[in-house]
């Protein structure tokens, strides 16, 4: 099993420019998350998606888009980036049971952008 | 929202020295959950609380839920060198709905000098 894994590891973007973030589990999990993380601010929740072809937003959802056409996948987009993007991005996913609300994360991506 | 709030934010120890952290809310949590990030690495999930008053083991590692719910310990005992690192404890709002949202601590900051 190779968990969750998110590509790509790192990214410089100019201002104004686009990306996607990919992410992948294969744990079979329902719930998928992206999050931010920055100094001093802990971790921020982005968008999340509780089923394939769900999502919805989270804390922090101004100038992200996210895509979960595949159970497997979750999808982070930035359409135009600016500075205040620059972070660290997480992935995670969890079953869905009511009993259980462990999230297990990925790797991360380090996104800069100029 | 509700916030996790942890102590101390950092800590720096001798090799060999016992570890004590906390975290507190003013809220009822129902599950608290404790991660580690190795530095440049995403959070990994080190124990899972699920009952007021539990006490749970991970090798050097111990946990406990409070019996207020408003609060969990983390102690590690005989420290190394790798257990250098964040450790955040989280869990889900106390809140009908979307249970399977996490509300995280900014974390605490662990050095340990070999």
């Known amino acids: 099993n190779a968990g969750v894994t998110q590509t790509p590891k790192f990214r410089v973007l100019k201002t104004g420019q686009s990306m996607t973030l990919l992410c992948a589990q294969d744990?079979?999990?329902?719930?998928m998350y992206w999050y931010r993380q920055d100094p001093g601010m802990g971790l921020r929740l982005i968008h999340y998606s509780v089923g394939e072809g769900t999502t919805a937003k989270g804390e922090v959802p101004d100038g992200y888009n996210v895509s979960r056409l595949k159970k497997q996948n979750f999808l982070l987009g930035l359409e135009s980036a600016a500075p205040s993007q620059t972070s660290v991005y997480f992935c995670a996913s969890s079953y869905e049971r009511a009993d259980n609300y462990e999230q297990y994360f990925g790797p991360g991506t380090r996104l800069t952008v100029t | 929202g509700q916030q996790l709030n942890q102590s101390p934010q950092s800590m720096f120890i001798q090799e060999g020295e016992d570890v004590s952290m906390n975290c507190t809310s003013s809220s009822i949590f129902n599950t608290w959950l404790w991660y580690k990030q190795d530095p440049g690495e995403g959070p990994v999930l080190l124990i899972a609380l699920y009952k007021a008053g539990e006490l749970t083991s991970n090798g050097r590692l111990t946990a406990q839920f409070g019996i207020t719910r408003k609060d969990s310990f983390l102690n590690i005992s005989a420290s190394i060198p790798s257990d250098v690192g964040i450790y955040f404890c989280a869990g889900p709002p106390h809140s009908g709905g979307s249970n399977y949202k996490l509300t995280f601590g900014k974390g605490t900051l662990l050095t340990v000098n070999p």
């Open positions: 744990m079979n999990h329902e719930y």
